[in-house]
C-alpha cells in the first residue's frame, strides 16, 4: 500500500530566536516508508520520527526537522520518502525563509513639560526579518522612563525603544543602545553623548 506524502513547516520563538519545524510524513503505507533528510546536499541525521499503527494494518511515519532558522537560512531543505510501492523516491522541498537586516537609527526628541525639559531618545531598528533585539547601556543614576514597541509589516518587523529622562539627569553622560539580529555579525552600538551645561 503506497503512502500519502505531505510536508509542511512552521515556525516557533524559543528564548528569543527564531526555529523552524519541517514536518514530513508518509501516512497510511504498507509496509512503512522510509524518511530521511537533505540539507544543503548533504543527509541530515539524528532526526525524529515516529511511528502510528492503524487498525488496518497500514503504518504513518512522521519525521520533524527542527533547528534554529538562522542555521539555514535561505536554504532548501528536502524530506525524501522511500516506499516499496514507488517506481522512485519521492522529494519534497521547503525553503527556510531568509532574514532581512535591519535599518538601524538613533533620534534625539526635546521636550518642555512643566518647566522641566525632557530629552527622548528613541532607538528603532527598521524592518529586519526577525525582530531585533534592543536593549540600554544606561548610567548608574539612570531614573528616566523606557518603552517599547514593535510594528509588522510584509513579514517584516520594525522594533522601536525609547528612552525619556530630565535633561538635567544625564548632563555630560553616554545614552548608549545596543541593536542584536542575526544578519548582524556583531551588535550594533549607537552612543548618544549629552552635553554638560555651564553653571554661573
Keep these: ?24 510524513a508518509a501516512f497510511n503505507s504498507k509496509p512503512a516508508a522510509n524518511i530521511s533528510w537533505v540539507v544543503s546536499g548533504l543527509i541530515a541525521e539524528s532526526i525524529k520520527q ?28 528536502t524530506c525524501m520518502v522511500d516506499h516499496p510501492a514507488f517506481t522512485e523516491v519521492k522529494t519534497m522541498m521547503i525553503q527556510v525563509p531568509s532574514y532581512t537586516v535591519p535599518n538601524t537609527t538613533v533620534q534625539i526628541y526635546t521636550t518642555n513639560e512643566n518647566e522641566t525639559e525632557y530629552k527622548t531618545i528613541e532607538c528603532t531598528a527598521a524592518k529586519g526579518k526577525p525582530a531585533a533585539k534592543i536593549t540600554w547601556v544606561l548610567p548608574e543614576n539612570k531614573s528616566g522612563e523606557i518603552n517599547y514597541g514593535i510594528t509588522a ?26 541593536i542584536e539580529h542575526p544578519k548582524l555579525s556583531i551588535k550594533d552600538v549607537k552612543t548618544v553623548s549629552l552635553p554638560a551645561y555651564c553653571k554661573y
Design 1 to 24: 500500500v503506497p503512502p500519502d506524502v505531505y510536508i509542511s513547516s512552521s515556525a516557533q520563538t524559543e528564548n528569543e530566536d527564531e526555529h523552524q519545524s519541517i514536518e514530513c
Design 153 to 178: 509589516d510584509n513579514g517584516t518587523k520594525t522594533v522601536t525603544s525609547t528612552y525619556r529622562f530630565p535633561t538635567h539627569l544625564h548632563e555630560g553622560q553616554n545614552i548608549t543602545c545596543v
Design 50 to 77: 515516529t511511528t502510528n499503527k492503524h487498525l488496518n494494518g497500514t503504518l504513518t511515519q512522521k519525521s520533524v526537522y527542527r533547528f534554529p532558522t538562522y542555521l539555514h537560512e535561505g536554504k532548501d531543505i
